[in-house]
């Protein structure tokens, strides 16, 4: 029997509403109101969803804009927590979110190396090991003994996708990226991320992309209004999502995916 390395069990997510909230002053006079107010009214962004996703398994999340495909996302990363159901993870989480977010600005290029590798569980000989390797596909040159305050918005992506691409990562997250430099160097990390699609690497993909999910994915989960809508094969999820999306599908004219 297969042992999930992600699971959700009834897990809910919602976030308080602070627009009925009349000014500052009101608050300060009625703090006690206020506050209730801002914990009655929230907006529920996932109710009691339940999956698994298996270790190897290439899993993709799809639905419409504000269905909750990126809350599942954060909070399997670790950075947002239910407000009921538990969830658990086997495995070293590697998010390919916001690239380049959690460099220090007044770091090197290279330093941030080492921290963002610490951050996710390793030594800092493992990163030193792999240190050479992750500058070279960079193609930072000189800028990796800089100040990442200096680089641009691509150079920090494109530092951000490196670091995660090469420090061995288990449980990979992606969430609509990949718009990283130029034509060249953007094939180059699909290449990349090709090389983990025949892994063993555990693949979450959150995209709008149904190719992507018909052509990358082994199984697929649609979201729909907050909740689980169907859990299968990511052709038959596909399918059901376009039909309800009241967007044509037809399977011969699906070009190969591109995250």
Request: aromatic share 8%; charged share 25%.
């Amino acid at each position: 029997m297969r042992e999930p390395v992600i699971s959700f069990q009834n897990v809910s997510k919602s976030y308080p509403l602070y627009g009925h909230i009349q000014g500052i002053k009101n608050f300060l006079f009625d703090v006690s109101r206020s506050l209730a107010a801002i914990k009655k009214e929230r907006f529920e962004a996932l109710r009691d969803i339940s999956f698994e996703v298996y270790r190897g398994e290439k899993f993709g999340i799809i639905g419409r804009n504000g269905a909750g495909k990126s809350t599942t996302l954060g909070m399997i990363a670790g950075v947002l927590k239910p407000d009921r159901g538990n969830i658990i993870i086997r495995g070293r989480i590697s998010p390919l979110l916001s690239l380049g977010a959690g460099f220090h600005p007044e770091l090197t290029g290279r330093e941030n190396v080492i921290l963002n590798g610490v951050l996710m569980g390793l030594t800092r000989r493992e990163i030193m090991q792999k240190m050479e390797e992750i500058v070279e596909f960079s193609e930072l040159g000189e800028f990796i003994e800089r100040p990442t305050r200096v680089y641009s918005s691509g150079m920090m992506a494109r530092l951000g996708f490196s670091v995660i691409a090469h420090l061995d990562p288990e449980i990979l997250l992606i969430d609509e990226v990949l718009g990283v430099g130029d034509i060249r160097f953007q094939q180059k990390c699909l290449n990349k991320m090709k090389s983990f699609q025949e892994s063993d690497v555990t693949m979450v993909l959150v995209t709008h992309s149904v190719a992507s999910v018909v052509n990358i994915c082994s199984r697929a989960m649609w979201i729909e209004n907050h909740v689980v809508k169907m859990i299968g094969d990511p052709i038959e999820v596909v399918e059901h999502y376009c039909e309800a999306s009241n967007v044509p599908f037809n399977l011969n004219t699906v070009n190969k995916a591109s995250l």
